[in-house]
Structures are given as C-alpha cells and as structure tokens.
C-alpha cells in the first residue's frame, strides 16, 4: 500500500504541471489577441473618421472652433460670391466642401441688401469730392456696423460717371449731384433768413464748405424722414466711426441702447498719427490714434500737452469737437457739421464714453497739395484767415503754395509724421496715443477678398455708353466748392412741418470745428 501511494504522487504532480501549461499558454493568446484589437479599434475608428472627413460628412473639432482665416467673426453663409472675379469656380471650394467666400449675418453678397431686420434704422449724410478708393471702403465699413443708408452730396471726382455709376450701383446709397436745381432748391432754404449760420456766409474756401455741409444736411433731415431712419449723422470721407462701448462692434446695438429722451449723441473724435510720410491706403495702414480731451483724465491731457503737440498750434492738428448722431424727429435741423439742433427745444444730449470718430488728418503727403488747389486764397497770414478756419490748416496752405517739394516734405515730416520712436512709445503708456486696429482689419478683409474689385466690376457692365447726360446741369467745375444764394430775393423758404417755425426767430450761432482746450484755457501752468 505504501509502495502504491508512493508511486502515484508523480503522475499527479506531472498532471498539475500540463494542466498550468496549457492555462499559461491560453492566456497568452487572449492577452495578444486583445492588445491586437485594442490596436486595431482606434486605427480603424480614425480611418472611418477620416473617410466621413474627407467627404464632407464630419466636422472638424479644430476646424469648427478656430477662426477661418477667410471669415470675419459671424460671417458663416456659404453662399456668397464676393471676390469671385478673383478665383475661378473650382478654387470657390475647399477640399472639406466650405467656401472661403466671406458672408455677413445681414447681407446676402456684396451689395448688402438690408432688410427690415436692422433696427435702429441709421443713415450718414457726407458731401464728397472723393474717389472710389476711399468712399468704397468708406462706405462698406459702416455698412458692417450697422449703418442702412447713404446721402452722399457728391461733386468733382467724386461726381465723375467712373465714380458715381458705381456709388449709384451700391443699395442704400443715394447719389445727390450738385446741380442748378440743387442750388435754386437750397437757395430757398431758412437758413438764409436766419441768423446761427450767418457769420459764415459769403466767405472762401472752408466757410463755404461748412456752409454746402450745413445745406445737404438740411436736405437730408428730410429724405432720412421719408426713408423710415431713426438715426441721422453726418459724417466726412475721411472719418470712420468707432463703435466701442456696446457688448458688439456694432454702432446699430450701441444706438439701440441710447435711452428714448435723448435727442443727440456726441462721438468726440480721435485723430490719426501717422508714422510714416509714403501712407497710400490711410484705413488700412494707420493703426495710432491721438485721443480726444473728452476721454483723457484731465492731469494726463495737460501734463503732456506740450509734448504731444510737437511745436503744432494745438493738440490736434484740426477739429477736436467730435461729430454727432441726432435722432429723427419734427423741427430737427443743422448747426453746422458738427452737431444737429433743434428749432423748437434745446436737444437733451449725450457724450460716449468709450466710442468715438476717428479722423484721419492729412494723412497722405498729398493732401497738402490737395488742399491747395481747392483754395484759391492768397498765402500770406492775413488772407488765409478768410479760408481756413483752424491754424493748422492755415499753415499748411501757406507752406503748400510756396515752399518746394523737398521743403514740403521736411516740413510734413516735423509736423504730421510721428518719427520720434522714445515719445510714441511715452505717449502711448500714458495713454496719449491709442492702437486701434477693427477698422483696418475689416477694411483689409474687404480688399483681400475681392470685394471693391467685384463691385467695380458689376458697375462697369451698367455704365451706358453716352455719359454726357448725368454732367450736363453741373455748375460745379471739379474740385471747385460754390455755395452761392442763387435767387433768394425772388423766393420764400420752403413750408414743411419739421422746419414750420417763424423765421424771424433768433438762434445761438452754429458750431464749427474748434480746436480742443490749450493750457490758456483753464489757466494750467506745467
């Protein structure tokens, strides 16, 4: 018994040992055959993915939330077809089925058909010599920001059939020639009979500039009326307004937010400075403002006045009084370019806080000249006074008509072009000088995209063969500014209900373009 027992325990420790064998080696399998289809599930979830991506059937993660490089914020409509005299049909889409052509919340292509949908409805008066290559950017930019409507009072190159064809072509433009009939019209306004606009009649260059300006702007309270606008503002070529302060950029949501018993909103203004003397696209190449004194803490405004003026007559080379935007309503009339009044009440106004007009002053070389040739003024101190209105522009003319191209240039260096690189960067920390850079990123977007081009193009195709039509009535030579009271003796101005007012009624002189506080002024010593 005992020799059997003893000879059994090897078979059953042999039979353990096969048995922990295969167990061992069955593991083994199941392990590889796991870590296999551990590895094989992800590489053929990620080429499932990749198929779908390729064919349009999948989002992108990356490329959902990163910013198109093609696209403005908002701008998600497949649909348009800006920029399309630039690429041909098959580069419209990419490889992921999206097109790179930018499209707007509000606007269908690029002539921007605005709905009902926009609300306040806003609408801008200018008068204009300029051509295309600043009244088109000039325009689409407030369009982006909400902006329904244009009055534009057009004259010189501005008038020429190449530009306003195209001005024509644009919705929500409407072109204003200055012919005869618009100035036996404007002949028959009150203002002649009143006495706010009175110092300025008769009298060159920028009076009767400021006069034409106060005329259209007249004209234009009644065709905003008609037009269904909530929000008239006048505005120059060469002024882009900033709408910061509202949760959007968006000068539509800024308005909106404007309490109903307030008549007029006040954007003190900002001017350009511009760091170099060859600017060609002043929108898209200017990105350093000077802030206005309405926005400065007044310690810092006067304790680097001196510097910020660089040997200028003022702080800014021109206006600092900022533009306005007044709300539609009965009696409401010019005071001058800068603000709006109102013939029965003193309108309840407002200054914003953070938005603002940004002026972009002389901000080309040859807008010396320019301004030269519009002026047939004499250049010497005392007749310059008869022209121009504020210093700067005074001695720009003067140094314009009688120094050389070279002495020009010297002198546009020493007091338009901030070359000093320590002061910029003083005047900047102690925020003197600002960066602002919305306006050019849009406006860039604009002409990256093809949009101006696109728009010349569908001009071009409109424009008939005999133009001699649209200049026949002009009294205006190109360039030349008239403002004359054509006929006021023989006429009465002209009844309506918004301006039905006795016209013997006297009023507080309009508003010009004033310079903003010097030390003088309040008495501050540094």
């Known amino acids: 018994m005992a020799g059997l027992h003893s000879s059994s325990r090897p078979s059953s420790s042999s039979s353990l040992s096969s048995s922990s064998s295969s167990s061992s080696s069955s593991q083994q399998v199941f392990t590889s055959r796991l870590l296999l289809l551990l590895t094989l599930l992800p590489l053929t979830l990620a080429f499932f993915a990749f198929v779908l991506q390729w064919r349009g059937g999948l989002t992108d993660p990356v490329t959902r939330w990163s910013p198109d490089p093609f696209q403005f914020p908002g701008m998600d409509n497949p649909g ?25 919340p509000y606007f269908k292509d690029w002539k921007f058909d605005v709905g009902s949908d926009l609300n306040p409805k806003i609408c801008i008066i200018s008068s204009t010599s300029a051509g295309l290559e600043q009244t088109l950017p000039w325009i689409f930019y407030h369009k982006v920001i909400g902006v329904s409507a244009f009055f534009l009072f057009v004259e010189g190159k501005a008038a020429s059939p190449n530009v306003s064809k195209v001005l024509e072509l644009i919705p929500g433009v409407k072109v204003i020639y200055r012919t005869k009939e618009l100035e036996e019209q404007q002949a028959k306004s009150r203002i002649w009979n009143e006495t706010w606009l009175a110092s300025f009649f008769y009298k060159p260059c920028n009076y009767e500039l400021f006069v034409k300006q106060s005329l259209n702007m007249e004209m234009s309270i009644v065709m905003a009326r008609d037009a269904g606008m909530d929000w008239i503002i006048h505005l120059d070529t060469d002024e882009l307004i900033h709408p910061v302060g509202a949760s959007e950029y968006s000068l539509r949501q800024l308005l909106a937010g404007v309490p109903g018993n307030v008549d007029m909103v006040v954007f003190p203004n900002y001017e350009s400075s511009v760091e170099r003397d060859d600017i060609k696209e002043p929108f ?67 200054k914003l806080d953070e938005a603002a007009v940004l002026h972009y002053t002389y ?35 003067i140094i314009a008509s009688t120094a050389t191209e070279e002495e020009m240039l010297h002198w546009y ?68 500014i008239s403002s004359r009271k054509i006929g006021v003796k023989e006429t009465t101005a002209t009844a309506r209900r918004i301006l039905e007012i006795p016209n013997e009624t006297s009023y507080d002189s309009a508003i010009p373009p004033l310079s903003p506080p010097i030390l003088d002024d309040l008495h501050i010593g540094i």
């Open 413 to 480: 260096r020493e007091h338009v072009v901030w070359t000093d690189k320590e002061l910029k960067l003083k005047l900047l920390r102690r925020g003197i000088l600002t960066r602002i850079y919305a306006p050019m990123v849009i406006i860039q977007g604009f002409r990256d995209s093809g949009l101006f081009g696109s728009v010349i193009q569908s001009a071009q195709t409109t424009l008939s063969k005999d133009t001699k039509s649209s200049n026949t009535s002009r009294v205006d030579k190109p360039g030349m």
């Open 80 to 104: 348009s077809n800006v920029g399309s005299d630039r690429r041909s049909g098959s580069d419209c889409v990419d490889l992921l089925g999206r097109s790179k052509s930018p499209a707007f």
């Open 284 to 350: 898209t190449e200017v990105s350093m403002f000077k802030k206005n004194y309405d926005h400065l803490p007044k310690d810092v405004y006067f304790g680097n006045y001196k510097e910020s003026t660089r040997g200028n007559p003022n702080y800014f080379l021109t206006y600092g009084n900022g533009k306005s935007a007044a709300r539609i309503q009965d009696h409401l009339r010019p005071n001058g370019a800068h603000r709006w009044h109102n013939y029965m009440k003193t309108p309840n106004e407002i």
């Open 363 to 397: 901000p080309k070389f040859s807008d010396l000249t320019s301004r030269r040739d519009r002026c047939g003024c004499k250049p010497t101190k005392e007749d310059v006074k008869r022209c121009f209105m504020l210093e700067f522009d005074r001695a720009a003319f």
